[in-house]
């Protein structure tokens, strides 16, 4: 036996060996199944300790083996030993501590293993968490999947990197290796800054308690940033229901860039619609089917089909009823203040309702505005008397019908070539004729 163990170490010093291949068993002979066999036994050999023992061992004079005596030395200490064959990987802006500190066995075994790389430990994440055991930013509910999967060496190198943290590369090109669907949106007509910047704005890296990774909720998140809209939320008397909902934000912007401006999902129009395509109960209000008032509408009002809703409605709050953008009565009587109407004066002109006019309006009697007789007088009657801000079953937004308490008064407008007549529940028929001058809008 012993015999045997000292041509172990004599021939190890003096044999010349041959070039092999990869996998290959090991050509030394001091890893014989009677000596260190089980150094090198495990299925990922170092190349170094397959050919020469000595590659990093020399002996010390002592006679080997001898119980309790070293007959070897290493030739070198580590790291230095490993920056023989490799490359210094302690040489940029952030090193890993125990890299920094020449700990590289920490992580290898410089012998062989049953993992690649010659690790100590894999999936690469059992390794980190042995000693990033307390990494709290990995253990909140919702989890990174390459983190779950224990992939840390996707987005960090174990030893070093110019970047902070040892990221293989800077978000967001870090992210976007692999989120195609993103890379994509990058490439969309509006991209939204943040996003543009840097995904860590709004997502975090490893884990977190909001669903999709999130920072924060949707709306405090959105708020975090854009602190302007939400003083004007919060201090807001009408604050818009779609706002109040899980998506809430979400349900009109993406978060991260659209083919609409203001990175909506959508045109306005149907963006709004597609809510607004039922009536919806809010305690004992019940709020119009808009589309459906639409569709019934042989005339629509011309603002949607230029500005969508928005030319009439903030989509996110106003001190307006309705979240309109200007001033507009409640219900069906108000006096005949232009300031009272200023909602519809932001596109129409305001002489509209002036009290003699032979160009302004098609709705006159001669020069005489009949706008101006329903808007004053005792009791002066808002523009939803008749017109329909959104589209109506007759021409010129004119309802078919108004609410006069619990009836529902009919209308019965008919339009002429020269004027119109009406004749609804509050007075028998009239008609009213422009006679020759010609209108102008
Ligand atoms: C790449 C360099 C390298 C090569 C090649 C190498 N060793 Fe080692 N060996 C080491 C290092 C480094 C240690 C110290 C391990 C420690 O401190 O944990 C070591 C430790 C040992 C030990 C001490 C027991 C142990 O596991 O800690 C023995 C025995 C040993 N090597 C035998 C061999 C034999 C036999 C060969 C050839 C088959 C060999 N070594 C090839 C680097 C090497
Ligand atoms: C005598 C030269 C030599 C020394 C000294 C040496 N290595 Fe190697 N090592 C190699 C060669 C050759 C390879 C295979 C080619 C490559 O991957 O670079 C290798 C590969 C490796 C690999 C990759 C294994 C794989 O599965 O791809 C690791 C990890 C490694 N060495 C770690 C170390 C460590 C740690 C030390 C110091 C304890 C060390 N080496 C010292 C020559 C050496
Ligand atoms: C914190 C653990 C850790 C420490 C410490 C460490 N390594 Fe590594 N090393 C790894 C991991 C993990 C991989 C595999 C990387 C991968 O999967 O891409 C690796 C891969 C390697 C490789 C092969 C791939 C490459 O990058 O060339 C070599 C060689 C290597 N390490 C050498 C060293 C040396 C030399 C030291 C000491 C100076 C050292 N390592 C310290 C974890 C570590
Ligand atoms: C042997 C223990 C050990 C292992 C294994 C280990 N680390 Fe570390 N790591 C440290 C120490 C020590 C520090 C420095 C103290 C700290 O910041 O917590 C550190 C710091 C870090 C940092 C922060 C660097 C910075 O700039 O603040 C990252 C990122 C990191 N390690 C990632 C990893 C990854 C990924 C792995 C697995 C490939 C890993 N660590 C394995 C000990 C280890
Ligand atoms: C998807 C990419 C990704 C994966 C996978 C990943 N990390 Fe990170 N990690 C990051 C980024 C990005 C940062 C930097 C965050 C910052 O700058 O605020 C970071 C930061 C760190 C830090 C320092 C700050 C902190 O969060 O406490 C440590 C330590 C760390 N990672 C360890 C790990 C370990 C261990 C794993 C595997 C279990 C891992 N990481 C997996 C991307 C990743
Ligand atoms: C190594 C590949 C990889 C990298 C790098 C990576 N991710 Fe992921 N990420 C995934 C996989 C796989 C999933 C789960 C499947 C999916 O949702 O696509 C995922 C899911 C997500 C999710 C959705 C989580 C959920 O609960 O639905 C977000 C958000 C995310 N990643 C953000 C990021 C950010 C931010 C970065 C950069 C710091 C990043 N990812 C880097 C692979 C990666
Ligand atoms: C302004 C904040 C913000 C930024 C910056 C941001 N995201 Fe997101 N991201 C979100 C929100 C909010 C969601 C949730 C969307 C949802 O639930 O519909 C999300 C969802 C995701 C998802 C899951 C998608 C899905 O369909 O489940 C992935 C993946 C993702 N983001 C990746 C990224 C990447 C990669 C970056 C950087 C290039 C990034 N994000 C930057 C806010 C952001
Ligand atoms: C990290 C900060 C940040 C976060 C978080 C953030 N944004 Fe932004 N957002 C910006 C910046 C910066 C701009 C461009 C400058 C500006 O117009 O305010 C912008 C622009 C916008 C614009 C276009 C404004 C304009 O006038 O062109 C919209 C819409 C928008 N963000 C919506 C959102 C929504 C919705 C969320 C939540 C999902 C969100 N933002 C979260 C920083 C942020
Ligand atoms: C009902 C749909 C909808 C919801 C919900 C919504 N937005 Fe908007 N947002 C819009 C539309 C439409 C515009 C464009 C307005 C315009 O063109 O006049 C816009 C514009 C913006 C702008 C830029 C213009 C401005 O007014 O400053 C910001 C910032 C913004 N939204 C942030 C948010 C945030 C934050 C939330 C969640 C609290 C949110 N939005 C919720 C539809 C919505
Ligand atoms: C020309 C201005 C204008 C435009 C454009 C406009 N609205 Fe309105 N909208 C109003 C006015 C005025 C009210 C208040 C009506 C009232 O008080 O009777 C209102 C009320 C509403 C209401 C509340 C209805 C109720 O029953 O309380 C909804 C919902 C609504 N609009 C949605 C829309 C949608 C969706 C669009 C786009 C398709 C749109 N609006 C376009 C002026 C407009
Ligand atoms: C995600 C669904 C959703 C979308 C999209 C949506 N709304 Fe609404 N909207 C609601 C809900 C729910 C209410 C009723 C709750 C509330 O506001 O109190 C409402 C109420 C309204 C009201 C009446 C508010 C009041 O208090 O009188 C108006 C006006 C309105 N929406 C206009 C719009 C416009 C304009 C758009 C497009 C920019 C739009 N909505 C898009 C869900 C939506
Ligand atoms: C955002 C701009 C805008 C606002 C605000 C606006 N309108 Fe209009 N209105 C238009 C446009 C555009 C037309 C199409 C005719 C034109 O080009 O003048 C129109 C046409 C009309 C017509 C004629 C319809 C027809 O079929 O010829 C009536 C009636 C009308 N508006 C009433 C109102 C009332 C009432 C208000 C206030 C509640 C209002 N408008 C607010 C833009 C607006
Ligand atoms: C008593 C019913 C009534 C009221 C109240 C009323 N309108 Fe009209 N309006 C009409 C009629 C009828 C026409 C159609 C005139 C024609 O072309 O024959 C009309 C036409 C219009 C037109 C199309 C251009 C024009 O003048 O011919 C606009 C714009 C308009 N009204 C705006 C308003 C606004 C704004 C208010 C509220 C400030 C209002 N209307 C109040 C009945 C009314």
């Known amino acids: 036996m012993l015999k045997k163990l000292l041509t172990c170490f004599i021939i190890s010093s003096f044999f010349v060996f041959q070039a092999d291949a990869q996998n290959e068993k090991p050509t030394n002979t001091c890893s014989t199944t009677e000596c260190h066999g089980n150094l090198v036994s495990q299925d990922v050999i170092h190349p170094a300790a397959r050919k020469k023992c000595d590659n990093c061992h020399q002996a010390n004079g002592q006679t080997h083996p001898q ?204 963006l709004c619609l597609s809510c607004h395509n039922k009536t919806i109960t809010v305690g004992n209000r019940h709020i119009n089917n808009i589309e459906q008032t639409l569709k019934k509408s042989k005339s629509i009002h011309g603002a949607i089909d230029k500005n969508g809703c928005t030319g009439c409605h903030d989509p996110h709050a106003t001190n307006t009823h309705s979240l309109l953008n200007k001033e507009f009565p409640v219900g069906n009587y108000a006096n005949g203040n232009k300031e009272n109407f200023a909602l519809c004066f932001t596109c129409h002109k305001s002489d509209l309702i002036e009290k003699q006019t032979s160009t302004v309006t098609g709705f006159r009697n001669g020069d005489k505005n009949l706008h101006f007789i329903h808007l004053n007088g005792e009791k002066g009657r808002s523009c939803t008397i008749c017109h329909n801000p959104h589209g109506a079953p007759n021409d010129k937004l004119i309802n078919d019908s108004s609410p006069f308490g619990s009836w529902d008064m009919p209308l019965k407008f008919v339009k002429s070539d020269k004027g119109g007549s009406c004749a609804p529940g509050c007075h028998t028929e009239r008609k009213y004729e422009r006679t020759t001058t010609t209108m102008t809008k």
């Open 67 to 270: 119980k309790d005596v070293k007959g070897f030395t290493l030739s070198q200490e580590v790291p230095n030993l490993c920056y023989k064959c490799h490359d210094e990987n302690n040489t940029m802006a952030n090193v890993h501590m125990p890299v920094k500190n020449g700990k590289c066995l920490d992580c290898h075994t410089p012998h062989s293993s049953p993992e690649s790389y010659l690790l100590k430990k894999y999936p690469e994440g059992e390794l980190c968490l042995s000693c990033h055991n307390k990494l709290e930013s990995a253990q909140k509910q919702h989890k990174h999947e390459p983190v779950v999967k224990g992939e840390c060496v996707k987005c960090h190198d174990p030893h070093q990197s110019d970047n902070n943290r040892m990221l293989v590369e800077t978000s967001p090109n870090l992210c976007l290796k692999c989120h195609n669907v993103q890379a994509e949106q990058m490439k969309k007509p509006n991209v939204h800054p943040p996003f543009q910047n840097n995904c860590l704005n709004c997502h975090a890296q490893h884990s977190s308690t909001e669903e999709k990774l999130l920072n924060l909720t949707t709306k405090n998140l959105c708020f975090y940033c854009h602190t302007d809209m939400q003083k004007k939320v919060e201090q807001a008397t009408t604050v818009h229901g779609a706002l109040n909902d899980k998506l809430s934000c979400l349900n009109c912007h993406n978060p991260h860039a659209s083919d609409q401006k203001m990175f909506l999902v959508n045109n306005t129009k149907d």
